[in-house]
């Protein structure tokens, strides 16, 4: 622990800094004015620069590393912003962009079908949904449950220790991958491929292709997929069994 | 190749922990399950990440599960959380910490706000007459009547 924080401080000062703006903006409860935002979003936005630039290697595209850079700074920074706003409707919202960077970091990462159905999916139904709930349940506006964090500090550092474990293991894994290079241990040829065989990638099904994907998901997981389906059933009639009706009152 | 993925990875972290943060830290129901989605999406980012370190389509197969169990959550919590808004007329997480069993400490520190679910206004949402004249004491009422 100590170790992994002499040999990575700026991964460690970008957690710390991250976690200093996310505490300043938080809605607290004995300040009767908000703060105001622009020192916490700097904090945030120095925290999450600092820690992705000092985890792995930059790409040798210009291009490819500008689009990672402005899609994963915007998704954390919404993030933040998401997690700390006072309105729900402004949260919702905040949401929405969360979701388009990381549909631009899918596509990055040649996941294009998958881009367009998260967006369809969450900008397009589920926030939506989400305004619409809203609109029903809370039409005063900001309240004061709001604009007040439940344990803000503890819930914090809690979720930031875990941030820091995964980031320390990340950084860890290429260090013990070179010495069992080194030892002569050759890690096998990762075997994905033999349980599935149909979800292999090649010249003729390329990742990331229609082709690839529906030949893996009505292949292998052709299972699967029949149960995913009943779930949504299942969910849509629990949903509408669930949801208060108008015999019963008012919402 | 590897360094590549590790970035992916971490924003993939943080967008979960983000999600943790706010599903601790909010009291208003929706604003947890909007938390709770933004935890998902971080997962989508890591199985994408890991489906394409191994060259396979399977981590985009599972992506879509995904994306079908967030569908199927966010219907039957907003379903959930309607019925909730019902009974309470709040979207405070606080007023339903009275679920607990009753021998066990608050999670949380009440009456920080929120009114307890027993002493919410009775008159509210019925509808209202705008005022007129003076306020009748309750000494005059008993007179009068």
Redesign the interface.
Known sequence: MTAWIQTHPVTFAGLIIWVLG?LWL?PA?QVAQPRPKIPGLLLTAVG?IL??SS?????SELASEVL?WLF?VS??LC??L??T?RN?VY??LW?AL??LS?CG??LL???P??AA??II??AG??IV??LF??M???QGGA??????????IP??V???V??GA??MT??MK?AA?NAAAAAGVVAAA?P??VG?PL???DAE?P??SMK??G???FG??LF?VEL?GT??LI??I???A???RRE???? | M??????????G???F??????F?????L??M???A??ML?GV??TL??F??M?????G??F???T??????????A??????L??KSH?????LWSRLREPDLQSP?DEG???TPLTERDPYK?LPKLTPAGRMPSDSEAVRNS
Not at chain 1, 55 to 59: E, F, S
Not at chain 1, 248 to 251: C, K, P
């Open positions: 996310i938080l409860r999450i820690l992705c985890v792995g290697k930059a790409q990672f994963s998704a954390l993030g933040v998401m997690v706003s729900p949260g919702a949401f969360v979701t990381t970091l899918f990462q040649s996941a079908f998958l159905s998260t999916v969450y139904a589920v949904t989400f709930v809203i029903l349940a809370q309240l004061g449950y709001d604009q007040q964090s439940r344990q803000g819930a914090t809690a979720a930031f875990l941030l995964i980031v990340l950084q290429p991958d990762t994905a491929t599935n979800s292999a990638t099904h990742l990331g690839g994907l030949r893996s998901l292998d997981y699967a995913a779930l949504l969910a849509s629990g949903a509408i669930i949801a208060p019963q009152g008012a919402i | 590897s360094g590549d993925v590790e970035r992916f990875l971490v924003v972290a943080g967008l922990v983000l999600g943790v943060v706010g601790l830290t909010r009291r208003n929706i604003m399950i909007l938390s989605e933004m999406h989508s980012l994408v990440t489906g394409r191994h060259g396979t389509s399977e985009q197969a992506t879509i599960f994306l079908t169990v967030a569908a199927c959550e966010a219907g039957l907003l379903a959930l959380v309607l019925n808004y019902r709040s979207l405070d997480i606080q949380a920080s706000g929120g949402g």
